[in-house]
C-alpha cells in the first residue's frame, strides 16, 4: 500500500469506534447535567492566537504547532488546544454581555507535534469544560467536581486530585526571578532541554521528567503567592473538603501553559508513569487580557479521550462492549433480498437494530456472522419461507423458533417489545 496513516494518528472503527462513543455519550451527558452546554469552534485559528494565548516559552507554541500559510498568506495554526479558542469565541460573540456565569464543554481534535508514543498521539482528542465570567473559589470546585465525576462514571477507581497554585502576574515574577537565581547554580545538573528554559520558562522544568532530583532544591512557587492568591488556594481547599472531594498538594505541579493563574490541577491514575496524567486543568485570570479583552476570570479543565478509552477499567469496557444487533436477516434465496430489506427497514422504524446479510454465503457463515455481532434473534428467509410468505423466527439466545407471516413480524417483535428487547420505539 502507498498510503499510510500520518505518524502519530489513528483510525477508528468496529468495536473502538463504539467505545468512543460511547464514551463521548457519558461525557457530554455529564456536563450536560452540571449545566454545561456544548460549544464547537474551529479546527484552525490564527496561529497568533495561540503564541499570545499559551505562550511562546511552552512546548506547544515552541515545538509542536501545525503551522501553514492559506492561499491569502494567513498564519494558522491546527488547534493545539482549545481553551484559548473558547476564550476567542467568547469575546468575539460578545458572550461577556450576558454576565454572570457562562459554561461551556467542548469535546474534538487537537493537534500537536510531539514524539508518539504510549498515550501519545499527534491527533489526539480532548473533552474539556470552561467557566468564564467569575474569580469565586467555588467555581474551582465545580470544575474539579465535574472532571472527577466523569472519571467515576467510567469507572476508574483510585484517582488522585493533585492540586497547586501557580500564582498570578502580581507574585509569579518575584518567584520566577527566585527560580532562576536559584537555577543558575544547578546549571550543570540540568537537561539540555532546561538549561535552555532557565532564561525562557523556568517554571517548565517541573514538568521535566528527567529532572526530579533538582526539583527538591528548588524554591516553591506556594511560598510566594500574594495574599488574593493564598486567600483564594484556602478557600479553594475549605470547599473541596466541605464537598468531600479528597486531594494532595503538589507544590510540583506546575502546567505547561503560560495562562494558568493561581489553581492548576491534575487528576492521575498512579502507577500509569510517564502518562499518568489523566486530566489537567485550573483557572486562567489573565487569558481574556492576552486575547485583547478586558479583564474576565476563568476556571476549566481537559482530558485525553485516547487515554481515557485506553485506561477505562476492562470490567467497564466489557459493558461497553459493541452496540449489540437485536435482528439478524439471514436470506438463503435471491428472493429474499426485497422481504428482508424492507421488513428490517420496518423494524428500524421500531428503534430496533436490523441487520441484513447480503454476502450471499452459506447459510453457517451467515449464522456465525448473526451470532458475532451478538444478535438476539435470527430470521432465516429460504425458499420454504418465501413459498409460504413466513419467516423463520429464531431466538438465538434460547434457541426457540417461531414460523411468522412476514407482515406480522413488525407486531411479533412490537409485543416481544420491552421484555426481550429493553427499549423499543
Ligand atoms: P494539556 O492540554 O497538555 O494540559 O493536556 C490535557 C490532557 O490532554 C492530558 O491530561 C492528556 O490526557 C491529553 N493529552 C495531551 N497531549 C496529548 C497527546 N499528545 N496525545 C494524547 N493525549 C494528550
Redesign the pocket.
Known sequence: MKYKRPRGTQDLFGIQMERWRKVERLLSGSAQRYGYSEIRTPIFEMSELFIRAVGEGSD?VSKEMYLFQDKKGRNLALRP?NTAPVMRAFIENALTRRGGLSRFYYLGP?F?Y?RPQA????Q?H?FGAEAIGSSHPAVDAEIIDLSLHVFRILGFQGIEVRLNSVGCPRCRPGFTERLKDTLQHYREELCGNCEGRIEVNPLRIFDCKDCQEIKGKLPLITDYLCAECRDHFNALQDILRGMEIDFTLDPLLV???DYYTKTAY?IVLPGKGAQN?????GRYDGLAQDCGAGFIPAVGF???I???VENIPPSVLEEMGGEKTDVFFIILEEGGYPVALSRARALRSLGLKAEVELSGRSMKKQLKTAVDAKADYAIFIGSDELRRSEATVKNLITNQQDKIPFSNLETYFQNKGEQDLGEIG
Open positions: 506547544i488546544e487537537m500537536r510531539d498515550g501519545r498521539y499527534r489526539f480532548q502546567r505547561g501553559l491534575e496524567a489523566l486530566c489537567g486543568g481537559s482530558t485525553g485516547e487515554r481515557l
